[in-house]
């Protein structure tokens, strides 16, 4: 059973940091384009940023381009993201997904569609106070 378990959510002051982790198991992902995406209350799961199977090439949504930064890690098969500079705005469900194509790059418009992602995990919460 594949699996996707997001981690290092929590509480910080805007401003602050936060990384977050998420590691797949029940299979490998070492070939897969993997992304993260973000719900606020009331609001629909939005992009957030996607990674290309070896880390080469990545994609940000412009309210995280410069604070935010995606990496990979297939040897733990484990996804991070770090973020800088927290705003209350990024308060949210943080969530990981993975294609399940081998080597499909990271381009724009399809990366940032939820429907690129054939797996997604339960998400951690991410709140930033003023």
């Known amino acids: 059973q594949v699996q996707l378990n997001e981690s290092g959510g929590g509480l910080v002051q805007a401003g602050g940091s936060l990384r977050l982790s998420c590691t797949a198991s029940?299979?490998?992902?070492?070939?897969?384009?993997l992304a993260w995406f973000r719900q606020a209350p009331g609001k629909e799961r939005e992009f957030v940023a996607a990674?290309?199977?070896?880390?080469?090439?990545?994609y940000y949504a412009d309210s995280v381009k410069g604070r935010f930064t995606i990496s990979r890690d297939n040897a733990k098969n484990t996804i991070y993201l770090q973020m800088n500079m927290l705003k209350p705005e990024d308060t949210a469900v943080y969530y990981c997904?993975?294609?399940?194509?081998?080597?499909?790059?990271?381009?724009?418009?399809?990366?940032?569609?939820?429907?690129?992602?054939?797996?997604w995990g339960q998400g951690t919460q991410v709140t930033v106070s003023s």
């Open positions: 990674i290309n199977w070896n880390g080469e090439n990545t």
């Open positions: 029940g299979r490998t992902f070492s070939s897969s384009a």
């Open positions: 997904a993975a294609n399940r194509s081998k080597f499909r790059p990271v381009v724009a418009a399809r990366s940032m569609s939820m429907f690129e992602y054939d797996y």
